[in-house]
T-cell receptor, first 112, second 114 residues
Framework: GENVEQHPSTLSVQEGDSAVIKCTYS??????FPWYKQELGKRPQLIID?????GEKKDQRIAVTLNKTAKHFSLHITETQPEDSAVYFC???????????FGSGTRLQVQP | NAGVMQNPRHLVRRRGQEARLRCSPMKGHSHVYWYRQLPEEGLKFMVY????????ESGMPKERFSAEFPKEGPSILRIQQVVRGDSAAYFC????????????FGQGTRLTVV
């Protein structure tokens, strides 16, 4: 199965700073790379995803970069705001064989 | 589109009873996934289903747990003879394509075993 690791496990930044979370995976057949945000007591929400034929994708303040050779992808949040505070999960997957395997999560705290 | 609907939102069961958790996928989604989450922990994969088929149940405990996604009606996660350790949030997700591509989650069912 897929082994997924996220770093760091916790991240505290000042409002307006950037935050970067890295996800490493083991299955070289993985072809879909989403990031989910989960606020306390709520459901995970898909915030951005990327497929294996693309190296980078951006959506306003959020971007994802993929390095398939090194088997890692990263979430970048710029101009952080207090409402970005949440737990972020990566979930790389080989969509032809498996379902999403979630990392252990990164707790992001944005200090106002 | 009402999104992924799970019910009940909260469920309390005594040890030894059965728990039935329901999940209606988003309209047009034929792939359903169940995940379990303990407080302050990540999402653990349990089972992946399509209509009338179990695609991957490698995350399901061998005993007491079962899942189905019938031709008509919601997907059901059934836990028989519940124990305190079954207390958790159970999330269902659905996707239009395989493997969890663009998967959306329901609000979850919080099971408490007393």
């Amino acid at each position: 199965g897929e082994n997924v690791e996220q770093h760091p496990s916790t991240l505290s930044v000042q409002e307006g700073d950037s935050a970067v979370i890295k996800c490493t995976y083991s299955d070289s057949a993985s072809n879909y790379f989403p990031w989910y945000k989960q606020e306390l007591g709520k459901r995970p929400q898909l915030i951005i995803d990327i497929r294996s034929n693309v190296g980078e994708k951006k959506d306003q303040r959020i971007a994802v970069t993929l390095n398939k050779t090194a088997k890692h992808f990263s979430l970048h949040i710029t101009e952080t705001q207090p409402e970005d505070s949440a737990v972020y999960f990566c979930a790389p997957v080989d969509t032809g064989r498996r379902a999403l395997t979630f990392g252990s999560g990164t707790r992001l705290q944005v200090q106002p | 589109n009402a999104g992924v609907m799970q019910n009940p939102r909260h469920l309390v069961r005594r040890r030894g009873q059965e728990a039935r958790l329901r999940c209606s996928p988003m309209k047009g989604h034929s792939h359903v996934y169940w995940y379990r989450q303990l407080p302050e922990e990540g999402l653990k994969f349990m089972v992946y289903l399509q209509k009338e088929n179990i695609i991957d149940e490698s995350g399901m405990p061998k005993e007491r747990f079962s899942a189905e996604f019938p031709k008509e009606g919601p997907s059901i996660l059934r836990i028989q003879q519940v124990v305190r350790g079954d207390s958790a949030a159970y999330f269902c997700a659905s996707s239009p394509g395989p493997g969890g591509t663009e998967a959306f989650f329901g609000q979850g069912t919080r099971l408490t075993v007393v």
